[in-house]
T-cell receptor, first 107, second 117 residues
Framework: DIQMTQSPSSLSASVGDRVTITCQAS??????LNWYQQKPGKAPKLLIY???NFESAVPSRFSGRGTGTEFTFTISSLQPEDIGTYYC?????????FGQGTRLEIK | QVQLQESGPGLVKPSETLSLTCTVS????????WSWIRQPPGKGLEWFGY?????????NPSLKSRVSMSVDASKNQFSLKLTSVTAADTAVYFC???FGSGTFDSWGQGTLVTVSS
């Protein structure tokens, strides 16, 4: 299985801060990498697909980049509604696997 | 916008079979893959596998011996069965539409299944 390692596991930042989460794959996955946001008690929501493409209606402050084994997800200006847990997920090879999640809190 | 809704028992006894159904509305089940994903309390996400609208399947090898999926296109539903459950199978179970070969673009709200006697 392809292992997905996110860092940090948790993050506390202030409103307006630039926030970056890293996801590392255990092998080359090209750009077959998605990012999801999950709020407590809710299903995950797709934000970014194929490493850098915005899902419809996703605010432009969210962005993703990377290819191969190293990927980043950035919130350019953190908003209060962005609290939650963020997951990366690869689909280059089966089984589909997720990172362990990054919990984002507001200071 | 397509909507998904999981249904099934919230409590299953150890060694029994967990059965869940996902009903798709405001869209057709045809021409897509449909996945099951679970999340144990306070933990991360695990993909079970997916089924295509034609009925072909691909399961996570870690669960393959206990998992089966089926689809009923006439009802716009697909289903999950997990046999020989233990407490470790206690989780929120999500169904999700799977775009392409692995992008989950629409999710059900999730249903908590507890394995306990």
């Amino acid at each position: 299985d392809i292992q997905m390692t996110q860092s940090p596991s948790s993050l506390s930042a202030s409103v307006g801060d630039r926030v970056t989460i890293t996801c590392q794959a255990s092998q080359d996955i090209s750009n077959y990498l998605n990012w999801y946001q999950q709020k407590p008690g809710k299903a995950p929501k797709l934000l970014i697909y194929d490493a850098s493409n915005f899902e419809s209606a996703v605010p432009s402050r969210f962005s993703g980049r990377g290819t191969g084994t190293e990927f980043t997800f950035t919130i350019s200006s953190l908003q209060p509604e962005d609290i939650g847990t963020y997951y990366c997920q690869q689909y280059d090879d089966l089984p589909i696997t997720f990172g362990q999640g990054t919990r984002l809190e507001i200071k | 916008q397509v909507q998904l809704q999981e249904s099934g028992p919230g409590l299953v006894k150890p060694s029994e079979t967990l059965s869940l159904t996902c009903t798709v509305s405001s869209g057709s089940i045809s021409s897509y893959y449909w996945s099951w994903i679970r999340q144990p309390p306070g933990k991360g996400l695990e993909w079970f596998g997916y089924i295509y609208s034609s009925g072909s399947t691909n399961y996570n090898p870690s669960l393959k011996s206990r998992v089966s999926m089926s689809v009923d296109a006439s009802k716009n539903q697909f289903s999950l069965k997990l046999t020989s459950v233990t407490a470790a199978d206690t989780a929120v179970y999500f169904c999700a539409r799977t775009f392409g070969s692995g992008t989950f673009d629409s999710w059900g709200q999730g249903t908590l299944v507890t394995v306990s006697s």
